[in-house]
């Protein structure tokens, strides 16, 4: 694909992103007035969704793949209605790796299990963890994620409750999401 049609691709999917009813459960699920953190963030739809519905005071974008994350700031480069850079911000970095503390929501989607477990014990052993509510979405391996938040499993557990688990119906699968609200 030359520059051109490059170009020209990355508008017309700006301008009609595929926004699917698990995302919107996403923010729809967020409290509001704080921030949302999008980890594994890839196309930033979600994030787009959080901007959008003005629910939030800022929204980090963020995933591990240099290209994804170029794109989605020529997304925003591109945009007529880019919003203004205080709103968010675009990090590209493993999200196990983040050094800045997380207040707000944090969300992981559409990862395996394993991942989102990987990202939130080191996010919490290196003391960053300190978001109101998760909400987690693994593609895989939920019951490792459900672990995570039983008594006696570790210290995730003692500042983080269990809320809720439902499951939304995306291209035929169901999906399922974990809500867990900072308990102290
Ligand atoms: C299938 S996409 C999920 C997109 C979106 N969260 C959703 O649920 O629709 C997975 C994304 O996670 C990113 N990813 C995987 N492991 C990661 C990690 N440890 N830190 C940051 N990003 C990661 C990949 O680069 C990819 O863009």
């Known amino acids: 694909m030359n520059c051109v049609s490059q170009t020209m691709s990355v508008q017309k999917k700006l301008r009609r992103p595929k926004f699917s009813k698990r995302m919107e459960k996403f923010v729809e699920l ?4 704080v921030d949302f953190w999008d980890i594994c963030c890839d ?25 994804i994350m170029n794109r989605l700031e020529q997304l925003f480069l591109e945009s007529p209605n880019t919003p203004s850079p ?9 999200g196990e790796l983040i050094t800045r503390e997380i207040y707000g929501n944090l969300l992981v989607a559409g990862v395996s299990g394993t991942t989102v477990v990987k990202i939130l014990s080191s996010l919490f052993h290196r003391q960053c963890l300190f978001a109101k509510r998760l909400i987690l979405s693994p593609h895989s391996d939920l019951q ?4 995570l938040f039983q008594e006696g499993f570790g210290e995730l557990a003692s500042k983080y409750c269990f809320t809720q688990l439902i499951e939304v119906e995306e291209g035929g699968r169901m999906r399922p999401i974990l809500i867990c609200d900072r308990c102290e």
């Open 86 to 94: 205080e709103r968010f911000e675009l990090m590209t970095v493993n």
């Open 144 to 147: 490792w994620v459900k672990d």
């Open 30 to 33: 967020a409290l509001p007035d």
């Open 43 to 67: 196309h930033g739809y979600v994030g787009i969704l959080g901007l959008r519905s003005e629910k939030f005071t800022k929204v980090y974008f963020v995933d591990s793949v240099p290209h």
